[in-house]
């Protein structure tokens, strides 16, 4: 009997144990299915025509997949503390219908010969791909130096053979000169939404820039950096990467196997074109080119996100335009007090009986009551 009784015990903890396994709860499976897990990025703040600005962000799931149809009701801003409660426009930035310029940094190095090479090859196409015809595309080659494939261009076939005949330039990453490098040539591009895109096992060796001046090159430029992780070797340096796209607001997409390279090309593609453009004023802080701090918020049902990013509240100088119209305005203001000053001159002469007369000799203005010239006359009689 107790036999019995231990027996059944046991099938029921067994069949207990199943019912709570079979329901416990798949995290992988919720993370991807629920919208509430969002990250918020500041990709970019352009304040050229402060108190003016436009906010490019990213809000994406936890599988970097970005959230689209968000509205303005989903979005709050604050500047230096204080929210901007007016004029919040919120727009997805696939239908602004504005461009963006990219730079794609490929890691040529040494230890990229063969299928290193080959994959990030196929992420440059599938990015070239992707422009649409407002796009400009710029592609860099790294190792010791860097070399430019092209500059600024838009979509067309001869590209794809451009880049199908990169080559491993060989020697050291000097990825921190590379990224300088590229981020520079980048800011002379007069399109307002840059990006910087990299694709590097995340070695740095022998650069003449260290992190900290070449992070500081990236925020003068203000564009964000998004990277594919590579794993070439052990990956241990794959987190010197990831700071640095979180640093710029940008993001790290990892590529576990080399043939995933595409792969994430195309999610950060996505991130970038289904990402929103936000537009507002702001009243309560003067421009100053002083760092002020923005703060962006993304609420969608019942979780949230929030993301800080510094800025320059850009003192804008006057226009050529307004410098001509006060030049003007201040021409016009010296005639008009000439003009007045003449026919007050005029006046005051009238009233002393001064008119147009002149004596003969000295020329000198006389009174129409004068018989003779009082300045002969006194210059007479000194003589």
């Keep these: 009997m107790k036999r019995t009784m231990r027996f059944i015990s046991i099938c029921c903890l067994v069949f207990i144990g199943y019912g709570f396994a079979g329901s416990a709860p798949n995290d992988k499976a ?27 962000v990213s809000v994406g799931d936890n599988n970097h997949e970005p959230l689209i149809s968000l509205v303005k009701g989903n979005f709050a801003v604050s500047v230096d503390g204080k929210e901007i409660t007016s004029g919040l426009d919120v727009a997805g930035f696939q239908y602004t219908e504005e461009g963006v310029a990219y730079s794609l940094l490929i890691a040529g190095n040494g230890m990229m010969e063969g299928e290193s090479i080959e994959e990030q090859l196929k992420a440059a196409i599938a990015l070239l791909e992707s422009l649409r015809d407002q796009d400009v595309l ?53 399109y307002k939404r840059k990006v910087l895109i990299i694709m590097t096992d995340g070695r740095d060796s022998g650069s003449r820039y260290n992190d900290e001046q070449m992070l500081s090159v990236l925020d003068e430029a203000n564009i964000p950096v998004y990277s594919v992780g590579l794993k070439i070797m052990a990956g241990q340096n794959l987190a010197k990467i990831n700071n640095i796209s979180v640093h710029t607001g940008g993001d790290y997409v990892y590529a576990p196997q080399l043939n995933q390279a595409s792969k994430m090309m195309q999610l950060i593609t996505r991130q970038i074109l289904f990402g929103y453009r936000l537009k507002f004023h702001v009243d309560h802080v003067k421009g100053d080119n002083q760092l002020h701090q923005l703060q962006v918020k993304a609420i969608v049902k019942d979780s949230e996100s929030n993301f800080f990013k510094n800025f320059v509240a850009e003192k804008i100088p006057l226009s050529t335009l307004v410098l001509i119209i006060i030049i003007v305005l201040i021409v016009i203001a010296v005639i008009v007090f000439i003009i007045i000053y003449l026919f007050q001159l005029r006046k005051t002469r009238k009233e002393l009986g001064i008119s147009k007369r002149k004596c003969p000799k000295c020329k000198q203005r006389m009174k129409d009551d004068w018989d003779e010239c009082m300045f002969c006359k006194i210059s007479n009689n000194k003589s």
């Design 30 to 56: 919720d993370k991807s299915k629920n919208p509430g897990n969002i990250r918020l990025r500041i990709d970019q703040p352009v304040t050229k025509k402060y108190p003016l600005m436009e906010v490019y």
């Design 138 to 190: 710029s592609v860099y080659v790294f190792g010791e130096e860097v070399k430019a494939v092209f500059e600024f261009e838009k979509k067309n076939e001869s590209l794809i053979d451009k880049i199908t005949k990169i080559e491993v330039l060989g020697g050291n990453p000097h990825m921190y000169d590379a990224l300088v490098f590229s981020a520079r040539r980048l800011n002379s591009s007069e």
